[in-house]
């Protein structure tokens, strides 16, 4: 009994010190280019926005996807972006999440046509790499929350894409959303170093209009 404890707890140990060392790797190798301040950030042609769902699962409205929309229109309003490339999961007729963010982001003030919909990106790196393969975009500033913005960049970073991150401002987040953002970090590792996984769908290249 005492053997099999002690296997179970350095296999414990074990997994917690993978994913710590993941999570150091994916913080230290991107936390010099996340920006706070709009200030600082030098200008590019085209923001990417990461997306998500307008409404929480108890139907009310989810800071994230306003606060990801807000920074957005603050960037074009300053002239840091010229273009803003949404992008996010239409997995059926009755949800689409890039199509809200351009009605969102009309309302703050982008032009229509200053807005490409990118309807496939079910994940991040979905979205990232069709960023750089079918909309040919690599000089970017992507827009998310801080605890999301170091795994971001790291998948951008392994496509050797120039990109940056804009945060937005920082949202009270639950232990639930933390926890699973580091196990998220651990899976990046995984699908860009151990399976080399690709995006669920590609498809033909798309020119921006910029």
């Known amino acids: 009994m005492k053997i099999i404890l002690k296997v179970i707890g350095y296999s414990i140990f074990s997994a917690l010190m993978v994913l710590l060392t993941g999570n150091i790797w994916v913080y230290l190798s991107t936390v010099s280019h996340v920006y706070e301040d ?4 030098e200008p590019s042609q085209v923001a990417l926005v990461l997306g998500t769902s307008h409404r929480l699962i108890n139907g009310n409205p989810n800071p994230y996807f306003y606060e990801r929309m807000q920074t957005a229109a603050r960037l074009y309003h300053t002239g840091k972006v010229k273009h803003i ?7 059926t007729r009755y949800y689409n999440e890039p199509e809200k963010m351009r009605r969102t982001l009309v309302k703050l003030g982008v032009p229509f046509d200053d807005i490409t919909l990118d309807y496939a990106g079910f994940r991040t790196l979905d979205s990232i790499v ?3 393969k079918i909309f ?3 000089n970017v500033i992507i827009i998310t929350q801080p605890f999301h913005s170091y795994r971001a960049l790291f998948i951008s970073n392994h496509y050797d ?3 940056v991150v804009m945060t937005t401002k920082e949202v009270e987040k639950s232990l639930k ?6 196990l ?5 590792v995984w699908d ?10 590609l498809g033909k290249k798309e020119t921006l209009d910029i």
């Open 38 to 41: 709009i200030d600082d950030i």
């Open 85 to 91: 490339l949404v992008s996010g999961d239409n997995a």
């Open 130 to 132: 069709r960023c750089k």
């Open 136 to 138: 040919g975009q690599e």
């Open 161 to 163: 894409m120039n990109a």
């Open 177 to 182: 959303v933390q926890f699973r953002e580091y």
């Open 184 to 188: 998220a970090r651990m899976l990046a």
């Open 192 to 201: 860009l170093y151990i399976i080399n996984r690709e995006p669920k769908f």
